[in-house]
């Protein structure tokens, strides 16, 4: 079965600076990879998708991620934090099952962003 | 298109009574998902349809839990009898193959 670990619960950064959020996937084949956002109240929006081809992908509000099959890791990162992008990040692994991808989520990482 | 439509948005209910949240899919989507999120639990599948037929109910908690999918455009998730522990945001999302899952504003229901 696979799993997601998200290590960090809770990041501040100032806005401005860069942001790295780390994810780490477990499954026993080529992985689909996802990274949604949730703000506060709301549902899930894709940020970024990986399926296969370029490992560095490009997502939606200046984010992209990178995955690493060596280190079996697919960190959401951004060059420059706005105040809106304090929310909640959740790194998923999806399984083909043959008729749709299962999604198992990590934790989250909630980022707060100070002005 | 409207996206995802979840009802009701907040329901405060008592134990043991009969919960249902309501779920309409974005149009021409055939997979619907129905997600349980609790702090403890984090984001866990609960069923998922494909053409409105229930394909895993792995992650249904237990048989309090039963979700219909009578059309293409309508899925319920009942709860009978419901229980404090079954506090929770219910979110429903809908995709078409194994592409991204689109995600409905949820349901905050909570059992006194």
């Known amino acids: 079965a696979q799993s997601v670990t998200q290590p960090d619960i809770h990041i501040t950064v100032s806005e401005g600076a860069s942001l790295e959020l780390r994810c780490n996937y477990s499954?026993?084949?080529?992985?689909?990879l996802f990274w949604y956002v949730q703000s506060p109240g709301q549902g899930l929006q894709l940020l970024l998708k990986?399926?296969?081809?370029?490992?560095l992908v490009q997502g939606i509000k200046g984010f992209e991620a990178e995955f690493k099959r060596s280190q079996s890791s697919f960190n959401l990162r951004k060059p420059s934090v706005h105040w809106s992008d304090a929310a909640e990040y959740f790194c998923a692994v999806g399984a083909y099952t043959g008729t749709a991808s299962k999604l198992t989520f990590g934790t989250g990482t909630r980022l707060q962003v100070t002005l | 298109d409207a996206g995802v439509i979840q009802s009701p948005r907040h329901e405060v209910t008592e134990m043991g009574q009969e919960v249902t949240l309501r779920c309409k899919p974005i149009s021409g989507h055939d997979y619907l998902f129905w997600y349980r999120q609790t702090m403890m639990r984090g984001l866990e599948l609960l069923i998922y349809f494909n053409n409105n037929v229930p394909i895993d109910d792995s992650g249904m908690p237990e048989d309090r839990f039963s979700a219909k999918m009578p059309n293409a455009s309508f899925s319920t998730l009942k709860i009978q009898p419901s229980e404090p522990r079954d506090s929770a945001v219910y979110f429903c999302?809908?995709?078409?193959?194994?592409?991204?899952?689109?995600f409905g504003p949820g349901t905050r229901l909570t059992v006194l």
């Open positions: 990986y399926f296969s081809g370029d490992t």
């Open positions: 999302a809908s995709s078409q193959n194994y592409n991204e899952q689109f």
């Open positions: 499954y026993g084949a080529t992985p689909y």
